[in-house]
């Protein structure tokens, strides 16, 4: 899926932004009629940002929670003794500790009875989520150049907590077991389209396509910024950092499931399931777990802080290209993001009530489901055959101006995955996605969510993704001429896109001279015309 789809993608959103120097919605001069496809990502970018700062929140409260010893989701916690010593005493048939702490502790799940029944706020997370944006709305505030430095620290730290992470669970009984089922491949699910489509999840957020962050970075790029390179780069190394951070996770698990006597599949979870009910509870079980829990979750606050950097800079890029007098008016600019950050907050709180999980994984579930493989599907055909590939790639041969040959032999490896590899893979996930949407209920623990429920998450994505039919139709709308000129119109770029004049690339403007230049007979007769004729 990174070869086929996360390389072509990320080098086509880098180059398009890098190019263009806009953002998601006015990087779309190049072909009005493709319009739609950024305000789809607006819509995208703000459905993550409203629940992903959720799980900051989470994140918040657990690392708050950490500060003490033992920790409260562990057995060691005088409240948990009883059933940690009912769940030895029957085999581990019930709730362990750390899922009965996320479940009423965290959540306060048990007294919602699903959807309809959201209950009250719980104020510590409110106090959590609140927080949570002050801190985004104080990162934002002055623009890329704040947050870019910020990224500086958010980026590594992770890495650092991931070493000291592996090193601690190489030491512990059992992790080879975590290791060895990590590792060991069953070939058998490459026939399940399911496991197809979690990797292209997993591409698609790791790496942050279709969601307009990418667009609006590299609009900040110098024009001669070599975004092959880039691609290249970032690309395999978010690839490998994945594979990396799994040696973390599952030595511990590994020896979670040897102190529990279960095989390591058994313990292993996924979702919020993993990072806030699974790991915490091998974290639990390691002599001075407080340190080794406050190490964990600082590294998932600076990661989630990540994500949303990349998210809310598409947001207001977007924003500030539409609406100008924001970007130059500091007063402006800084009210618009505390009412954005508030209006987040606000929309978030309905996240956590105690029946807010079944809201959040309505959410997770539909805002990036087939919503965005759509935007990202009609994005790669419409610059492949609309904008026209190759005038594409010579665009991006036109800035990287000190092109070595390898980057002109990589280019016909993208333009043979944008004509045809990446869309065909991108069509063969949607129509399993529809499918298996179709055919298989939603569910949360063993709550299953009614078809009305369902009904809103496909209207989420809808949402997104109608965008495209909207715009196209209002760009059509606004040309003259029949039907077809309309559209042949409507797929030429805009004056106002980036053009050549020679080596150099300019913006197209009037130039007024404060002279005028009178011409007299001598002018036109003594010019030497070429092969004696003229066109005149």
Same mark, same amino acid.
């Given at each position: ?16 932004? #890098? ?18 496809? @950024?305000? @789809? ?33 562990? !057995?060691?916690? =005088? ?24 479940? +009423? ?18 104020? #510590? ?26 990224? /500086? ?27 060895? %089922?990590?590792? &060991? ?17 997993? =591409? ?74 699974? /790991? ?32 809310? *800079?598409?947001? &207001? ?18 009210? %618009? ?14 996240? =956590?009530? +105690? ?29 492949? %055959? ?49 499918? +298996? ?10 709550? +299953?969510?009614?078809?009305? @429920?369902?009904?809103?998450?496909? !209207? ?18 606004? *040309? ?10 409507? =797929? ?9 004049? @020679?080596? #150099? ?6 130039? *007024? ?24």
């Amino acid at each position: 899926m990174m070869l086929v789809t996360g390389l072509p993608l990320f080098l086509m959103e880098l180059s398009l932004g #890098q190019y263009g120097a806009a953002g998601p919605i006015t990087v779309w001069k190049c072909c009005p009629l493709l319009k739609g496809i @950024g305000i @789809g990502m607006l819509l995208v970018s703000s459905l993550v940002c409203l629940y992903y700062n959720v799980i900051i929140a989470w994140t918040f409260y657990y690392l708050g929670m950490s500060f003490q010893s033992p920790l409260p989701w562990s !057995c060691d916690a =005088i409240a948990n003794a009883r059933l940690c010593q009912m769940n030895v005493t029957n085999g581990s048939h019930h709730l362990s500790a750390s899922e009965v702490f996320w479940n +009423e502790q965290v959540l306060g799940v048990v007294h919602s009875e699903g959807l309809q029944d959201p209950g009250p706020v719980r104020w #510590q997370l409110a106090i959590c989520l609140m927080v949570a944006w002050l801190i985004i709305f104080l990162c934002m505030l002055k623009g890329i150049r704040s947050s870019g430095k910020i990224v /500086y620290v958010t980026a590594t730290f992770p890495y650092l907590v991931l070493i000291v992470l592996i090193i601690r669970g190489a030491t512990l009984e059992g992790s080879l077991q975590g290791i060895q %089922f990590y590792l &060991t491949p069953d070939w058998q699910r490459l026939q399940n389209a399911q496991v197809w489509n979690d990797a292209a999840s997993q =591409i698609f957020y790791s790496l942050g396509i279709g969601f307009g962050g990418l667009l609006s970075m590299a609009s900040y790029n110098k024009f001669d910024n070599n975004v092959i390179r880039d691609t290249i780069v970032i690309a395999v190394g978010n690839c490998c950092t994945s594979f990396f951070a799994g040696f973390a996770i599952f030595s511990i698990l590994g020896h979670m499931a040897w102190r529990k006597n279960v095989p390591v599949g058994k313990v292993a979870d996924s979702g919020p399931g993993l990072a806030f009910v699974a /790991y915490p509870e091998a974290l639990a079980l390691l002599p001075g777990s407080p340190f080794w829990a406050i190490l964990f979750f600082l590294m998932l606050f600076t990661l989630g802080v990540d994500t949303l950097f990349g998210n809310m *800079e598409g947001i &207001t890029t977007a924003v500030m290209d539409e609406f100008p007098v924001l970007r130059g008016d500091m007063k402006k600019k800084t009210l %618009f993001l505390a009412v954005l950050c508030f209006g987040f907050f606000l929309l978030g709180l309905l996240l =956590i009530t +105690e029946g807010g999980i079944y809201w959040f994984t309505l959410i997770d579930s539909y805002a990036t489901s087939f919503g965005l493989i759509i935007i990202t599907l009609f994005m790669c055909l419409g610059i492949s %055959f609309f904008y026209g590939v190759n005038q594409f790639c010579q665009d991006i041969i036109d800035m990287i101006c000190t092109c070595p040959p390898w980057c002109t032999k990589v280019l016909w490896y993208f333009k043979a995955c944008w004509v045809f590899c990446t869309p065909l893979l991108l069509l063969f996930i949607l129509i399993y996605v529809f499918i +298996e949407m179709y055919n298989t209920p939603l569910h949360y623990g063993s709550y +299953e969510y009614p078809r009305w @429920g369902k009904a809103l998450g496909v !209207c989420m994505g809808t949402l997104c993704c109608i965008q495209i039919p909207i715009w196209a139709i209002v760009a059509i709308c606004k *040309e003259s001429g029949t039907l077809k000129d309309r559209f042949r119109k409507s =797929i030429r770029p805009l004056k106002t896109w980036r053009v050549t004049s @020679g080596d #150099q690339f300019v913006t197209p403007q009037m130039v *007024e001279v404060p002279y005028t230049v009178n011409l007299t007979d001598a002018d036109f007769t003594t010019q030497q015309w070429e092969n004696g004729t003229s066109d005149a």
